[in-house]
């Protein structure tokens, strides 16, 4: 009897840990610390990189980069078949896998590498967001471009083996943006609310259990309410977003006490609400930010991202909940850290026993198998694993 008993138990508590969503969300653990991979696919990775993605991760993007002609069609670069080939390979290892395909809303991206997305007439506004950059914005106040929009999110489902899209720049149509600047607030607000029901758009096309994950959420600067920070209200339309922009670039300015708290706070408040949330972390440098770094043995910059992960980590396992996921890297190319490996990864983590203890600017978490403790005015955190 008392076998039985503790093997219920142990049941359980694995159930309790693993979490299998019935609507097409990601299969979340707390066993390990939930993680998730953002990477460009440039000419198509190795067998040998496709094999490391479906061991680590159960939860990928795969966003362009410079492709090779090998993958041209018509003298037009496919990013559809190299996803393709990305998330049936990843998949044939790992069919628990969830791949989201990189899909812009605010300007062309991949979009002209896309070799069936011709855009519709009148489908891009050039705008000029300052002296040196002028872009193409989607005008998503034509029905056209919004259906065309979509159906290409449709193909990336029915036709490319993945399970949704990943949508930069969805909110960058925000009052007071520069593109209310330059187009007047009646046409950005258009343009706003064109975008969002070109993405619930795509959810219908892509299906029910597909996922529509946006960037970026920002957490509500200080004295902001949470309705107004950045992101907060495309939640609804969407199944969840990236926090992209926790301590990046520490190198060149230091971000606020009180904006990471409220980054913290906007993640764990998301989640809470059902939200899938990938928390883009930085080693304290980016790829842009510190060129010098960049000109190092990538064994180097490893050992730097590997002695400066402990802070991140803890801001993000202190705020944490179900679905939640941490990326860490230095960029978004394949050579940015996406296929390095961090002991801290493979540590036993377990469930946490309750929400995170706050005290002025310090956080306290316990799990079942690590100690979290994190300092937001000295920037340090610690984590005791057991």
Known sequence: MRT??????????????????????????????????????????????????????????????????????????????????????????????????????????????????????????????????????????NEDVRNWWADVAGKFVHEYSCNGIFVDGATAFRPGSVYEKKLGKAKNDAVRAGTISMMEDAKKKMGDNSLVIFNPLHGPQPGQQ???????????????????????????????????????????????????????????????SDREMMKKPHDEIYRVSWENITYPLGCFLVGAEQNCYFCYTWGWLDIHGTFDWYPEFDKQLGPPKGEAIREGWTYQREFAHASVFVDLEKKTAKIDWH
């Open 4 to 141: 039985t008993f503790l093997l219920q138990v142990s049941l359980l508590l694995s159930a309790l840990s693993t979490v299998y969503a019935s609507d097409g969300y990601p299969v979340f653990s707390w066993n390990r610390v939930p993680v998730s991979a953002h990477v460009g696919l440039n000419k198509g990775l190795t067998p040998e990189e496709y094999k490391f993605l479906a061991d680590h991760f159960n939860f990928i993007t795969f966003t362009g980069g410079a492709m090779d002609s090998e993958y041209r069609i018509n003298d037009t670069i496919s990013f559809e078949l190299l996803v393709k080939e990305a998330a049936s390979t990843v998949k044939k290892h790992n069919p628990k896998a969830k791949v989201l395909a990189y899909w812009a809303a605010e300007f062309e991206k991949p979009h002209h590498k896309i070799s069936n997305a011709f855009f519709p007439k009148g489908a891009t506004i050039k705008v000029e967001r300052n002296s040196k950059r002028t872009v193409n914005i989607f005008d998503t106040t």
């Open 226 to 288: 949470f309705e107004h920070a950045l992101g907060w209200r495309y939640l609804s339309a969407s199944d969840g977003a990236m926090i992209d922009d926790f301590d990046r670039a520490a190198n060149l300015h230091q971000m606020s006490k009180e904006y990471m708290a409220n980054t913290i706070e906007v993640m764990s408040k998301a989640a809470k609400n059902g939200n899938i949330i990938i928390f883009k972390a930085w080693p304290g440098f980016t790829w842009w």
